[in-house]
């Protein structure tokens, strides 16, 4: 198994797909489960590349769920090899991708495979959600499939999401949640004038700077057992007009709440609104669309996936809900359990993209045991 995901991450990673473009990842990846057994349907809205494969019709239905689009490569003088020709060495698998994330699909076409030839008649369903466009805006991948998926009145029992999850070593880490995200942009209104008359006019950045301070120290939430308290961050202050004598006439903040289940977009909204309330500000805020958080509590998933490991890895895995969010946020709508899993994350979005070998002789072993444990 270990070469089979080897020479299959490889050939992702030499197919150079940066979101959204899939570069004909998903078609090598549908060749293969066609032969498995899976009927493979490509889903494809503007120019996002998309693949539901699912091969049974009963429950439960257990997914895995990744993508194919990478980031972009940066300066490629920095590369010790091309980013998008696979590189062997000291150990390690280095191209772009390598972790984020076509190790894991490689992983888990291989270890479908292997179950499908031990069990042909599994009970239940196996399916791979596969899209290009986790980098990018998120908007025509994950999210679309799961509207088609849940138009047709198709549920999934378990999802494992492969994104690099791993801190140390492989297994150590596991998702059983994300964090929520809500960003706005806040505009604070003044009135012009020259720096030199500061009482014929009304400076934006001095109204804001005691809200700010408030804002900065204020505690949103005190977390959960399973979430840290919800996080507020500052990304961008900006104003002025270019002339260093013009008081300016606005400031822009824009920021970011980073929040648990301890709170939700609405609650943060207003009490971030009251703050500038409070102050006397004239103020807008343009929020954008949140994405909620979710947890799937210990129950039949994470106990399959903890047991998987302990027996693959000789490795207790902790569970997390820190980090960015994932597709996970899209497909919690559809699936109940869900649980991300995947190799070391500390070169993903990094020159020099790498992933253990051993890795990839473990990865698919451990999705193995996984899927005889809840499907064999």
């Known amino acids: 198994m270990m070469n089979s995901a080897l020479d299959l991450a490889q050939e992702l990673i030499a197919r150079r797909s940066i979101t959204p473009d899939d570069a004909g990842c998903q078609a090598l990846l549908a060749g293969r489960l066609a032969a498995a057994g899976f009927a493979c349907e490509r889903l494809p809205f503007g120019s996002v590349a998309n693949l539901w494969a699912r091969r049974g019709t009963t429950a439960p239905l257990l997914c895995f769920a990744g993508h194919t689009d990478v980031v972009?490569?940066?300066?490629?003088?920095?590369?010790?090899?091309?980013?998008?020709?696979?590189?062997?060495?000291?150990?390690?698998?280095?191209?772009?991708?390598?972790?984020?994330?076509?190790?894991?699909?490689?992983?888990?076409?291989?270890?479908?495979?292997?179950?499908?030839?031990?069990?042909?008649?599994?009970?239940?369903?196996?399916?791979?959600?596969?899209?290009?466009?986790?980098?990018?805006?998120?908007?025509?991948?994950?999210?679309?499939?799961?509207?088609?998926?849940?138009?047709?009145?198709?549920?999934?029992?378990f999802c494992i999401v492969g994104e690099p999850t791993s801190t140390e070593a492989l297994g150590d880490t596991i998702k059983n949640g994300r964090r929520g995200s809500l960003s706005g942009r806040l505009t604070v209104r003044g009135r012009q004038g020259?720096?030199?008359?500061?009482?014929?006019?009304?400076?934006?950045?001095?109204?804001?700077?005691?809200?700010?301070?408030?804002?900065?120290?204020?505690?949103?939430?005190?977390?959960?057992?399973?979430?840290?308290?919800?996080?507020?961050?500052?990304?961008?202050?900006?104003?002025?007009?270019?002339?260093?004598?013009?008081?300016p006439d606005s400031v822009v903040l824009d920021f970011?709440?980073?929040?648990?289940?301890?709170?939700?977009?609405?609650?943060?909204?207003?009490?971030f609104e009251s703050v500038l309330e409070r102050h006397g500000l004239e103020f807008a805020v343009a929020w954008t669309v949140p994405s909620e958080p979710f947890l799937t509590t210990p129950a039949e998933l994470v106990r399959a996936v903890e047991a998987a490991i302990e027996a693959r890895v000789r490795r207790k895995p902790r569970l997390s809900t820190d980090g960015g969010t994932s597709d996970g946020r899209f497909i919690r709508t559809i699936c109940p359990q869900i649980v991300e899993l995947g190799v070391v994350n500390q070169s993903i979005h990094k020159i020099d993209e790498h992933v253990a070998l051993d890795a990839l002789e473990q990865l698919p072993l451990i999705y193995l045991e996984i899927l005889r444990r809840l499907l064999g």
């Open 194 to 247: 020259h720096i030199a008359y500061p009482q014929l006019a009304s400076n934006p950045i001095h109204l804001l700077a005691p809200a700010l301070a408030e804002l900065t120290t204020m505690q949103w939430d005190a977390g959960t057992e399973y979430f840290p308290p919800t996080s507020w961050q500052v990304s961008n202050i900006h104003a002025g007009t270019g002339a260093s004598n013009v008081i």
């Open 256 to 271: 970011n709440f980073r929040f648990s289940t301890a709170s939700s977009a609405q609650s943060l909204r207003a009490r």
């Open 72 to 157: 972009p490569p940066g300066p490629l003088e920095q590369w010790h090899s091309d980013p998008f020709t696979p590189s062997i060495r000291d150990g390690r698998l280095y191209g772009r991708g390598a972790a984020d994330m076509k190790s894991a699909i490689a992983s888990f076409v291989v270890a479908v495979e292997a179950f499908v030839r031990e069990h042909p008649e599994h009970r239940g369903s196996i399916a791979l959600l596969i899209t290009s466009d986790e980098e990018g805006p998120s908007v025509d991948g994950t999210a679309r499939v799961v509207e088609q998926l849940r138009a047709r009145g198709e549920k999934i029992d």
